[in-house]
């Protein structure tokens, strides 16, 4: 691919075909620059299959806001549309739309309201609200569809094995697994959810990381085949990095060879005057091996060194190797809490891919648009109620219980304010019949969740570093109740609207339907 074609296929034309219809179709009846507001939501939670998420980590915002600061219809662009012809060989794009694009095609005229990187969020609870001119609008849902939707779902998976392990090292190993340089989003994602350090050299050094890594079985093939043994190779890859030296014991076995030949080099490098890091493992039974591995280690004296696991991991396979070794380590007279504390994880394809789930389904509705001054809402219909979203220009807030637990999202309207009420109304978004009251004595604290990012192109937000966002979803996930947390059927986090929401929807949606 020539610097060219690299260009438009990065640029504003990242984006579907018929984004450009629709706007041709605006432009062409004159509605084009008509105030719209779009929202951004998902409609449920990662499922994978035998698990399933109860909350999602925000992730992909910086990105997306750095993508679309700088997109536009180029020279480049604007001959790509001049080329494109009908199925009868008609021009798809007229000049004077074209003309308009080549002056105007910028996100410059857009507003972006978002709920922050590294917030937990929740179904049908807008993330993101995109305002502005609705032909420019409406080209951007491609691109921040495609890079908010992906980042959400690697960094709620590395929040879910982050939860998992403990707080236990975490590297993501995914690069050569990752779909093409979908790595590099991937990699960012997987430290904001929760991952430590990642083995990608080139992300991790862009992102202010040192790319963590050991080595491959086929350094220690070499040394066999050239008629050496896997102490030599062991011994070489001690000298040059004696003070990081983590080894990969299974290449020939385990338990007799690999970790034996581990702690020879360890008990030479300790005379050296250097400390060993540990061991990996990357085969078998991983929940025996590391009971065993401990056991030879702690008897040569080495009960610090680590153990790193690694091997199709994901949150469900390394709790149920956790919960193996709390059962099976006191019967060989060892601590299992000290060896589940002395595990890392290596964890590849099952994070970098979302394995299980690999798409996270990620919305861009058309809300509200502004019509002679007065702004009218907008709602798709639909047989299913739960795919109807809610229209109209809203705010979102997150209520906190007496024990400063998240208990519930509310979605209303814009000019509502909830902190203002003696109590609230949470009605469910598609039962009438479901509704909860809650008074002020039962709330501790009732926080708005957006922030203004760009107000209409220009940037208002300043977005905060990966260590910040850590913690960020830390204290959010900290706060949602432990059933919230469960990899197995997790309880259902209450997410509500406003009775006046409730009443506006229902309102529109009967209106919609005498129309019909």
Known sequence: MNASNKHITTNILFTDQYQLTMAQLYFRMGLHEMPARFDHFFREYPDYGVHKAGYCINAGLEWFVDWMTNAKFGPDEIECLRSQRNSVGKRIFQDDFIEWLAKHGSFDCLSLHAIPEGRVIHPHVPISAVQGPIIMAQILETALLNQMNYQTLIATKAARIHYVIGGQLLLEFGTRRAQGKGALAGTRAALIGGADFSSNVGISHALGYPAKGTHAHSMVQLFLTLGMTELEAFRAYSEIYPDDCILLVDTINTLESGVPNAIKI???????????????????????????????????????????????????????????????????????????????????????????????????????????????????????????????????????????????????????????????????????????????????????????????????????????????????????????????????????????????????????????
């Open 266 to 516: 360890f008990e030479e490098l300790q005379k050296k005057g250097h400390k060993p890091v540990g061991i990996r493992l990357d085969s078998g039974d991983l929940a025996y091996l590391s009971i065993q591995a401990a056991k030879l280690l702690n008897k040569a004296g080495f009960e610090d060194t680590i153990i790193v696991l690694s091997n199709e991991l994901d949150e469900l396979n390394i709790w149920q190797i956790i919960d193996q070794i709390r059962k099976d380590a006191p019967q060989d007279g060892i601590d299992p809490d000290r060896i589940v504390k002395r595990l890392a994880y290596g964890v590849g394809t099952k994070l970098i891919t979302s394995s299980g789930c690999s798409a996270l389904g990620g919305v861009y509705k058309l809300v509200a648009v502004k019509e002679h001054g007065q702004w009218k809402p907008a709602m798709k219909l639909s047989e299913d109620v739960g795919k109807m979203p809610n229209p109209g220009q809203k705010m979102v807030w997150r209520i906190y219980d007496n024990n400063h637990k998240a208990t519930a999202d509310l979605v209303g309207m814009f000019d509502e304010n909830p902190q203002e009420k003696d109590q609230l109304r949470l009605h469910h978004q598609t039962e009438h019949t479901k509704s909860r009251l809650l008074s002020k004595n039962e709330i501790s604290k009732i926080e708005p969740l957006f922030s203004e990012i760009s107000r209409q192109g220009k940037l208002t937000y300043e977005f905060p570093s990966i260590e910040e966002l850590r913690k960020v979803r830390e204290a959010d996930v900290e706060s949602l109740d432990s059933g919230v947390k469960r990899l197995i059927n997790p309880h259902v986090y209450h997410v509500s609207i406003t009775e006046k929401l409730w009443n506006e929807k229902h309102s529109l949606l009967s209106k919609l339907k005498r129309v019909q």
